[in-house]
């Protein structure tokens, strides 16, 4: 029980402090929708006012740059790329979290599910070929080489390259999700996502199918407005404070279900079962006299043929 409850605690902490940094993200798109809103009436109110204002009350006025429309779409459109990185960053946390815990319960290279041997040399294969790409330069390539000659048969005190297990070079979508989660043996993702209970409640719904299918459909909604804001460059459109509002509601409760299924697989763990070879079948010994059979019964004495010397 107290290794469960600390197996849930590392991932209740990852997901804690995704929600602390999705409430900064809400106290600062509030302060920049007041700011917007303030210097809107402000603007207003000089164009409309019929008073005189002091000349350095006006000299300061005409030294500020009023943000236009377009200006304010593309903030608003920032904090979506924002969200989606913040999103992503506990993703690749929540794996590399799964591969500590699965070194601790699993210490012996051997026991090890056949899946996650491969899984974890095709990916440090893949970053240390990839050595140039600027993507991967948080990586110690001296370290990463120096763990995977860690994983080989016999070994005791292996450590998987979580780094690169964890990484990726798309978006994570709903079927990115599922690649990068199935590389550590967890089966039906998607599946076990929709039976979450904060899955459930954020779609209103009784039915993991239908949680499962809209919390998929919702992630690839977000994934294709994320593209969009990112490479659009103009700023005509905004998701608005409201629809981020919502989004980042979809994603406290994706990752919630996230943190479950993760601490579920990981409170499973077992060593691989090694089964020796089944032993083979005993057969009855013919009876004497049956075909195939010896003409002699078992134990008894076999009569020796007389020794002949050739002269």
Request: hydrophobic share 35%; with cysteine; proline share 5%.
């Amino acid at each position: 029980m107290q290794l469960l409850c600390k197996t849930m605690s590392s991932f209740s902490d990852l997901f804690a402090d995704f929600k602390n940094d999705l409430a900064l993200m809400r106290e600062g798109i509030a302060f920049v929708q007041s700011a917007y809103k303030g210097i809107g009436l402000l603007r207003e109110g000089r164009a409309q006012t019929q008073v005189a204002w002091p000349a350095e009350v006006t000299s300061a006025m005409d030294n500020i740059t009023f943000p236009n429309r377009k200006t304010e779409n593309l903030t608003y459109d920032g904090a979506v790329v924002l969200l989606s990185a913040t999103y992503e960053v506990y993703a690749r946390d929540t794996v590399e979290a799964i591969c500590r815990e699965i070194e601790k319960k699993i210490p012996r290279f051997d026991d090890l599910n056949e899946k996650i041997k491969s899984e974890n040399a095709r990916a440090t294969g893949r970053v240390l070929s990839r050595h140039k790409d600027k993507r991967f330069s948080q990586f110690d390539y001296l370290n990463l080489s120096k763990f995977l000659g860690t994983c080989v048969a016999g070994s005791e005190n292996y450590k998987l390259n979580s780094g690169p297990l964890a990484s990726h070079d798309r978006n994570l979508s709903s079927s990115e999700l599922n690649v990068l989660f199935s590389r550590l043996g967890i089966e039906k993702f998607w599946e076990q996502m929709g039976e979450s209970a904060s899955i459930l409640r954020h779609f209103e719904t009784t039915k993991p199918q239908v949680a499962q299918k809209d919390a998929t459909v919702k992630l690839d909604e977000f994934v294709t407005l994320r593209n969009q804001v990112a490479h659009a460059g103009g700023g005509e459109t905004s998701t608005g404070p409201e629809a981020l509002a919502r989004w980042m509601d979809f994603f406290v409760a994706l990752s919630e279900g996230l943190s479950k299924v993760a601490a579920d697989h990981c409170d499973k763990l077992t060593p691989t079962a090694i089964t020796a070879p089944a032993p083979l079948p005993t057969m009855p010994a013919p009876e004497v006299g049956s075909p195939g059979a010896s003409q002699y019964a078992l134990g008894a004495s076999i009569p020796q043929e007389e020794e002949t010397t050739n002269e």
